[in-house]
């Protein structure tokens, strides 16, 4: 176990590529380099309101002790972190957004493990750098506890993601107008510490692409095979790298699906390259199952970050991606082959998931009418997604009729279902039933299965809403609760929390809409 503040910190990405060195936070285009030098602009009164214990022992982390919470708040470099901002740009909402960048993130450096992996320790929220553009670099408690709580809530429900170290409060007042409509408030500030291998995004390439500079792109896309997807080597490691991404991709939004996650801004800029879940800004869980649902109020016109359009979207998004490293391909015949195949990728890993969720021993062909059926049930009710499917796990068998199949779902609707509806219930449900009787395994061995692909406990906006009131008023007790809960989604731990959104949730600011004033 180390010190945050004694550790002998790297700082590859700093060493390997072209930097602005100057350490000015001055808002500004930086063309030619990669990165910008910044520290971290000190905060009044650093507090830690979190620490993920599991995290920090996996990376042989001390717990802090004042001189380390300094470094959680920004206030304090150690010795050897070359702290910095990385340069990208990216597609936001489908258009060409130009330069963006590292806004109010720093990357402080790398921490080494005993066993040599590398994690990249980041900052959120630590003030101004050069990719700041007219915003403060400041992040308040609410978006803070939501990225701290659910990038480790996604951890725990097995969906590939950035973590979260700490979150530390700073006694200082940030300025934000929630909902862009002309009502700013002062709201406390917050700094939340997050750790992945690394961050770069989509972005960082398409930036490089834009500026023409290749050579910057092409060691880029170097340093990211042989350092992030060692394995890939040989004449074709482009291609097979590329590949890998769009996998990899594919895998996360079909996470993202199985635990009904909605990101809400899929922008270029935040897509990760590793695959991960990245910057949890206006994300959403579904509480009623809608794919037409959006969390995000600067989405709401086109719905174009909706939970059933993310699929579509990461599609588009590694077509950015292809478009950016296209320059350093000698041909692009292989990017468009990859592409091609995603279609089947992404539904191969959907039925796949789904046959989890359902208890299935395999997807054959024929299964693929139940799932579609299951789609159009489940809109067609919409049912709280998370209840539907554990009482799904506990459905009999041997089925007594519509009556019966309409009773044992009751907990999960938000209005009596009317004949159709009910009529829709029973039918999927008798498909079901044979389809299940049909399974080479035991009956026993599927409920497991059903029980590891079906989260018990998710992290409903409304009760982050409710845990960061408590926490805005000194009192972290549901906080508290809700951290202990999201660690064992699938068992019964958080069933304290086992219950539909509320009523009075459903049109409450920030408990099923919010913006990206964070
Ligand atoms: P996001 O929508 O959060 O992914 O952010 C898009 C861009 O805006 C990124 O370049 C962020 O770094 C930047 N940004 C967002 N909020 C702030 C802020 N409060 N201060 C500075 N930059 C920000
Ligand atoms: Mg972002």
């Given amino acids: 176990m180390e010190r945050l503040s004694n550790k002998a910190y790297k700082n590859e990405f700093v060493h390997n590529f072209k930097g602005d060195e100057s ?110 553009r007219r915003a403060d670099g400041r992040a308040v408690l609410r978006s803070s506890v939501r990225e701290y709580m659910m990038s480790e809530a996604m951890h725990y429900l097995g969906v590939p993601t950035t973590r979260a170290l700490s979150l530390v409060s700073t006694g200082d007042k940030v300025l934000r107008d929630m909902f862009y409509n ?71 939004i079909v996470e993202w699906l199985r635990v009904g996650f909605v990101h809400g801004v899929m922008n270029t800029d935040n897509m990760s390259i590793l695959g991960l879940t990245i910057d949890y800004g206006p994300y959403s869980f579904l509480d009623d199952y809608d794919p037409q649902f959006t969390p995000n109020t600067t989405d709401l016109p086109g719905r174009r970050y909706a939970f059933g359009q993310q699929a579509g979207i990461a599609y588009w998004n590694l077509g950015c991606l292809a478009n950016a490293i296209a320059p350093i391909f000698e041909s692009t015949d292989g990017l468009i082959a990859a592409l091609k195949e995603y279609e089947k990728l992404i539904s191969e890993k959907f039925f796949a998931m789904m046959a989890g969720k359902l208890g299935l021993d395999r997807v054959a062909q024929e299964d693929a009418a139940l799932i579609t059926q299951w789609e159009q049930t489940l809109i067609l009710l919409k049912p709280d997604m998370t209840i539907f499917y554990q009482l799904l796990i506990d459905l009999p068998l041997e089925l007594e009729g519509e009556e019966q199949v309409v009773n044992h779902f009751s907990e999960s609707f938000y209005e009596d279902p009317d004949q159709p509806q009910r009529q829709a219930l029973y039918s999927l449900m008798q498909k079901w039933v044979e389809r299940v009787r049909a399974n080479t395994s035991s009956r026993e061995e599927s409920r497991a299965r059903m029980k590891k692909s079906n989260p018990r406990f998710i992290l409903r906006n409304y009760l982050l809403h409710q845990a960061i009131e408590g926490l805005e008023e000194g009192d972290s007790s549901l906080f508290n609760k809700l951290e202990a809960a999201m660690k064992e989604p699938y068992s019964g731990k958080g069933d304290e929390f086992f219950a539909k959104r509320p009523e009075w949730a459903t049109q409450k600011a920030g408990c099923s809409q919010l913006s990206c004033s964070s």
């Fill in 23 to 132: 350490g000015d936070l001055q808002p500004r285009q930086t063309p030619g380099v990669l990165y910008s030098r910044a520290a971290p602009t000190a905060v009044s009164n650093p507090r830690l309101l979190a620490w993920s214990e599991e995290l920090a022992a996996e990376l042989g982390i001390e717990k802090p002790n004042k001189e380390d919470v300094e470094i959680l708040a920004g206030n304090r470099l150690a010795p050897s972190m070359q702290s910095y901002a990385a340069c990208y740009g990216g597609h936001q909402f489908g258009h060409w957004a130009g330069q963006l960048g590292d806004g109010r993130a720093i990357t402080l450096g790398e921490w080494q493990t005993e066993e040599g992996k590398s994690w990249e320790l980041q900052l959120k929220g630590a003030g101004l750098t050069p990719y700041s």
């Fill in 182 to 252: 002309g009502n700013p408030e002062f709201e406390p500030g917050a700094i939340v510490m997050r750790v992945a291998p690394s961050f770069i995004r989509f972005g960082n390439f398409e930036i490089l692409a834009a500026r023409k500079e290749y050579e910057h792109l092409r060691q880029l896309v170097d340093w990211t095979i042989s350092r992030y997807y060692p394995h890939i080597t040989g004449e074709d490691k482009l291609i097979l790298w590329y590949r890998e991404v769009i996998e990899r991709t594919a895998s996360m």
